[in-house]
């Protein structure tokens, strides 16, 4: 496969359970993206990880907590969601080191929490 | 910090008619400045970039923008729009060795037969 896959594509999930999104890179990049995309309203970044090395958390609620095993693999583990976390969880990544670098984006999981 | 803001929420083009989505942002110094194109249910891809040089960017499926300093604007312009063109399209913001992207809300357009 090429560029960015994410895993799963949709997903539903209830208030109490522990699920997993997966995000995989192809592009031999350094950085790894997780966005926050709501209807109509801009993307909110989440997490930004460098080299495996966490570098932003935008204040995000713990009940999302990223994990980084390498530059070309990132999860995000779900716990306790609320409703109004429904959305569409984008990941991305980029090479820096080279200035502002372009972002390549997976195709998105589709989160649905009842 | 920077930020991008697209003036329209949607708009309703006819199929061979020319298209123009507006983007305007806010940072002190050159910015870097991108055009994204989000069709349902899929992430996001890349349609042009600007860093430096030649103001007017050309891009993927026809797209081409230009940067304007003193407007602050980076529109993006296609002459004539294919149904396949219907779709949500952000324009984001960066600065100089920052990875972090501001984005814009995004544009829906739709193409009329």
């Known amino acids: 496969e090429t560029g960015v896959t994410q895993t799963p594509r949709h997903l539903v999930m209830g208030m109490t359970n522990k699920k997993s999104l997966k995000c995989e890179q192809h592009?031999?990049?350094?950085?790894m993206y997780w966005y926050k995309q709501s209807a109509k309203k801009p993307l909110e970044l989440m997490f930004v990880?460098?080299?495996?090395?966490?570098?932003e958390n935008n204040s995000v609620p713990s009940r999302f907590s990223p994990e980084c095993p390498n530059s070309s693999h990132l999860f995000l583990h779900l716990h306790t969601l609320q409703p109004e976390d429904s959305a569409l969880y984008l990941c991305?990544?980029?090479?820096?080191?080279?200035?502002?670098?372009?972002?390549?984006f997976g195709p998105g999981t589709r989160l649905t929490v009842l | 910090a920077q930020s991008v803001t697209q003036p329209d929420i949607h708009i309703t083009v006819s199929e061979g008619a020319s298209l123009e989505l507006r983007c305007n942002y806010s940072?002190?110094?050159?910015?870097?400045l991108f055009w994204y194109v989000q069709s349902p249910g899929q992430g996001l891809q890349l349609l042009l970039k600007?860093?430096?040089?030649?103001?007017l960017v050309q891009g993927i499926k026809g797209f081409e923008a230009e940067f304007k300093r003193s407007q602050s604007s980076f529109n993006l312009r296609k002459p004539s729009v294919h149904w396949s063109d219907a779709a949500e399209y952000f324009c984001?913001?960066?600065?100089?060795?920052?990875?972090?992207?501001?984005f814009g809300a995004g544009t829906t357009v739709t193409v009329r037969a």
């Open positions: 991305a990544s980029s090479a820096p080191g080279q200035g502002t670098d372009t972002q390549y």
């Open positions: 592009l031999g990049h350094n950085a």
């Open positions: 990880y460098n080299f495996k090395e966490q570098t």
């Open positions: 940072y002190g110094a050159t910015p870097y």
């Open positions: 600007y860093f430096s040089g030649d103001t």
């Open positions: 984001a913001v960066g600065a100089d060795n920052d990875y972090k992207l501001s």
